[in-house]
């Protein structure tokens, strides 16, 4: 039920022993074990096997977003996914929620440009319940005028308090119009008030019948549950869902890269100006991809990082300077969101930035400054295993978005293999003036 | 052997159309055997100094956490709100051997995490680094080096923080929420401004830390991979050296709730949205014999997405994305909380059925069903929560900190299972207080507050959660009492024409309690004036002829003396206010009010030489005098406001005076009005004359 803006961040770390001083570190690695399969009618099932707590998590991904949207129907991927808890052939309204509640469980999903999320926790005596429970979605849900209602006002509730409540709220919106003008990744997840009182239950169940077939999803059961009992409870539940059959649409709108630098002023409701910006990068996977990945580190990660040091902390000029790499599977956005301080003005504080890039595009960063971020970089990864809801979320993301499953084990090796030199060549390709959206909010 | 192999396949194959056959999708799967729970139990040492230890060991992954927390009472900060803030900040600062930007390298070099607060410090890091963090961490604590540049910058930058607050309702309903639950005679009330961090000194900071930063009430928790040994090994090396020192105690009164319910509103003109908490101070501390009991009750009320005001709010009415309900419990001070944000349309009706929820749970009992799926959603939670190896931890020290029985946690299941929906109903009642409520809302006042009021006593708030009438106003800068009296003035025709004025007569008539009555007043250059009312028969005059004054009525005549003589001396004066100065009056102004019709009036405070102290209201815009009121005292010793408004203004000779007047005097309205206003008639000096 979230809209989740910024892609979750998978960073990997390498075995391999490296020297710093004082010491030496050998390099700590958890290998996930996983296995995978297909079903006959196209599903994508991955299980991953943990015991050490009985609960076990169940997640169905989604291959569809809101670039799947009709651009005058945008918000549908995300409405629809409130509509998905609705109810089924065999599941009431408001039924969902209770059942999985009253069983000891936690259910919830999200929707972002790409993909569209819901995972389940349970304790490990309810992993049926979970497998029928996802069947009635995938088979059979169940979507009614008064279901369709109500949640169009909920998710109108939603888009005010996420967007139009917030100071600086809508910068994301009012970045990524900007920043494309042709592909489906211009408008946010939770798209127009006005379009999503537009949509007709007919047109809910076409975008079903579409995206929400067997060879468009991928099941992950991670945690304490036993293999071979689970296949054939899948193989019940899910082997005679029918396929889809169709060929699934996926926007080929690419979006060249702008010549001209795009700035505009947006008014807010708020008493110090921000100053935010959009950066055309590349999408998932690419060499390029993991270089601006570690951008976003070196710029923004932790107190000693570029822009904590210099420009909150020595010109105190603002209060919050932050780098998201935003990774699509289409292109992607490198986004920096920066508050000014009190009586810094707007175009002090880009000039701040500005001057931030530029060192990076100019300068060689350090080895020691380098050796840093990968060791950020190898801390983040293990850390994103510690969780079970967060491994069920990671697989099949690397299956579905990088076709490769097994880079929750290797894409350590991707990092490892971007040099200094890289880091600045990819600055000096996308982190230029005409490469960008400037946005300056200011107090109305 | 074929025989063997076919009927392998034969099985297989049955097996395989069977289960087909079997799955009957409208059936809700049953759940296998309970899991067992298995909850560990961390190991436990401490140093000499008090510090307490708990280790949990888990290597599953290489990485280890350390919690350090000093267990003390909260302290009032009082108007320097934002010092055990800036302590947190300072202590990651600067040591004796350190500077902030060293600290931070070091921190981030071994990609770390490190957060400190004024009474924790928290560490993460992969355990490969366990030392260089455990290292700093004791140098943090040992060595402090707080210093004043550091504390200037953690100043500017909370001072720019209040100002993004500001500008966040949900910030705001925040900090008002805290102020109204938990009052201000405790510590949770407490919040920052931008005055309360301008007051922050160094040494507050300091002592603040040297006094409450020490091992004898302090905890430190390590989880993960990190074996039992080496953490005794190391928290000797690093923490032994911590010297202990008594730290001082405190004791607070517990707040209490409203006796009937109360509407707080801060306005936000261009919001969207209302930011609603129901919400008041409890006093349920943990491990109360029915906190199970009150948790299920809230659990069924608004926890999540299946409890009631979820389902009445979201699903039933649309008006919200959620709308939940927590209770808190606590050592100190509980509460219990109903949150929701809903369009500006529907925040009255949102809050009603917030009530009406609260009600319902308190008066009508649950059902079996609806106790059994609370419980299971409760067994669910703890048995989720079991996945996090700090779980355990956490569990221990809550024994430990609050003493629970040794086994709280063991028989948390069996705790749940216990409880009765006639028990669920008796925590209802005593917790959920929807009659002794404070309802705050941020929000759009035009579209929300009239809806408001049948709700409870309604107070505005501003940003700073301090309470205001919503008529006034922030004064315009440069704006004084003089310069409003100078406008009047002009207003009124100018100085050059009242310089013109030899004589004026005023005549108003009206009724006062059926009677017809006639207001006669004389005024002449220099200071003669006379005064004459006649109403139902009743009759009497004022006169002051320049040195002398009398007044008159049916009883007779009676020279006028002392403070009465003063006062006719000075009503004699034509626009007496002109020469403020000279004539001995004191302006304050007091601020700025709407009229209630868009526009703005300033309130200005006139005190004569005598003493007499008015309150005077002049329209921004035209600059007229429009109202002025009067602390009158009677005789016996009775306050009462009498006031003056002017509803017209007439135009004669260059000058505006008064036409229609309305005086009100506790229950009693007199309009009058004009019947005759002349200037400059020729008014003869006999007319003043005293008649002996």
Known sequence: MNIIADKMKWKLFVLTCFLWAPAAFWAQDVQIAFEEYDLPNGMHVIFHEDHSAPITVISMLYHVGSKNEDPERTGFAHFFEHLMFEGSEHIARGQFDKIVNGSGGYSNAFTTKDQTYYFNLFPSNHLELGLWLESERLLHAKIDEKGVATQREVVKEERRMRYESRPYGTAIEELSKRAFTQHPYRWEPIGSAQYIDQASLEEFMKFYKTFYVPENVTMTIVGDFEPAKTKKLIAQYFGDIPRGGKTIPRPSADEPFRSREVRDTVLDNIQLPGVFMSYRCPGIGTKDYYALEMISNLLDGGESSRFSAEIINKQQKAIQASCFFRSNEGPSQMLIFTIASNGTKAYELEVAVNEELEKIRENLISEREYQKLLNQIENDFISSKGSLEGLAQSLPYYKVFMGNTNLINTELSNYRAVSREDLQAVAKKYLTRENRVVLYYLPK | ?692
């Open chain 2, 1 to 692: 052997m074929h025989t063997y192999k076919f009927l392998f396949i034969l099985l297989s194959f049955c097996f395989f159309t069977t289960v087909q056959g079997q799955l009957d999708r409208s059936k809700m799967p049953e759940p296998g055997p309970a899991p067992e729970v298995r909850l560990g139990e961390p190991q436990t040492f401490r140093l000499d100094n008090g510090l307490q230890v708990f280790v949990v060991e888990n290597h599953k992954l290489p990485r280890v956490s350390f919690t350090l927390f000093v267990d003390n009472d909260p302290v009032f900060e009082k108007n320097k709100a934002g010092y055990l803030s800036a302590v947190g900040e300072l202590m990651r600062r600067g040591t004796a051997s350190r500077n902030k930007e060293e600290i931070d390298e070091a921190v981030d070099f071994i990609g770390a995490s490190l957060y400190t607060s004024s009474n924790s410090i928290y560490g993460s890091c992969l355990s490969k680094h366990n030392d260089s963090l455990f290292m700093l961490m004791s140098e943090i604590i040992l060595t402090p080096n707080f210093n004043q540049e550091e504390l200037d910058k953690i100043k500017n930058q909370n001072l720019s923080q209040i100002k993004v607050r500001n500008a966040n309702p949900n910030a705001i309903s925040r900090i008002l929420s805290n102020k109204l639950i938990y009052g201000e005679t405790h510590p949770y009330g407490e919040f920052e401004s931008e005055k309360s961090w301008q007051n922050i000194q160094l040494e507050d900071c300091r002592n603040h830390f040297l006094t409450y930063f020490r091992p004898s009430n302090a905890y430190l928790v390590v989880v993960g991979d990190m074996a039992f040994e080496e953490v005794k090994k190391k928290a000797n090396q690093y923490f032994g050296p911590w010297k202990k020192k008594d730290i001082p105690s405190h004791s607070y009164e517990m707040p209490s709730a409203p006796d009937m319910p109360q509407v707080a509103l801060v306005d936000f003109p261009n919001a969207v949205q209302s930011v609603i908490v129901v919400g008041y101070p409890i006093d349920l501390k943990p491990g109360a014999e029915d906190a199970f009991a009150v948790l299920l009750a809230n659990m069924i009320l608004g926890d999540g997405s299946t409890g009631r005001l979820f389902s009445n709010l979201r699903e039933e009415h649309g008006w919200t994305y959620g709308a939940y309900s927590s209770i808190d419990n606590d050592k100190w001070v509980g509460s219990f909380t109903a949150s929701a944000s809903v369009r500006n349309a529907v925040t009255d009706s949102a809050i009603t059925e917030i009530l009406h929820e609260m009600k319902r749970i308190r008066n009508e009992l649950i059902t079996e069903e609806e106790l059994r799926l609370a419980k299971n959603n409760m067994i669910g939670e703890f048995i989720r929560s079991l996945e996090d190896p700090q779980t355990i931890a956490r569990f221990a020290l809550r024994v430990e900190r609050f003493g629970l029985p040794k086994d709280y946690y063991k028989n948390y299941l069996k705790h749940i299972e216990a409880v009765s929906i006639e028990d669920v109903q008796a925590a209802a009642k005593k917790y959920i207080r929807p009659d002794q409520a404070h309802i705050i809302v941020v929000g759009k006042a035009s579209e929300v507050a009239e809806k408001l009021k049948p709700l409870g006593e309604l107070t505005y708030y501003d940003t700073q959660a301090q309470a205001y009438r919503p008529d006034e106003k922030g004064i315009p800068e440069g704006l004084t009492g003089a310069k409003i009296i100078e406008r009047y003035i002009a207003a009124r025709g100018g100085k050059p024409a009242f310089a013109e004025i030899k004589d004026i007569t005023r005549v108003y008539t009206g009724k006062v309690m059926d009677q017809d009555l006639e207001l006669r007043i004389y005024q002449k250059v220099p200071n003669m004036y006379l005064q004459q009312m006649d109403a139902g028969g009743f009759s009497q005059k004022t006169i002051f002829d320049g040195k002398n004054g009398m007044k008159s009525d049916m009883t007779g005549k009676q020279a006028l003396a002392g403070k009465e003589l003063d006062q006719v001396k000075l009503e004699a004066i034509i626009m007496p206010l002109q020469d403020h100065l000279t004539n001995g009056f004191e302006l304050k102004l007091m601020g700025v009010q709407a009229n209630g019709k868009g526009e703005d009036l300033y309130q200005l405070e006139v005190k004569d030489r005598l003493g007499n102290t008015s309150i005077q209201y002049f329209e921004a815009k035209s600059g007229l005098l429009v109202k002025k009121e009067t602390s009158v005292e009677t005789p016996d010793g009775q306050h009462f406001t009498q006031s003056t408004e002017i509803l017209a203004y007439q135009d004669v000779n260059g000058i505006k005076i008064p036409s229609r007047i309305v005086q009100t005097v506790g229950p009693q309205r007199i309009e009058l009005t004009a019947s005759e206003l002349k200037i400059n008639s020729g008014l003869k000096k006999g007319l003043f004359k005293i008649e002996k």
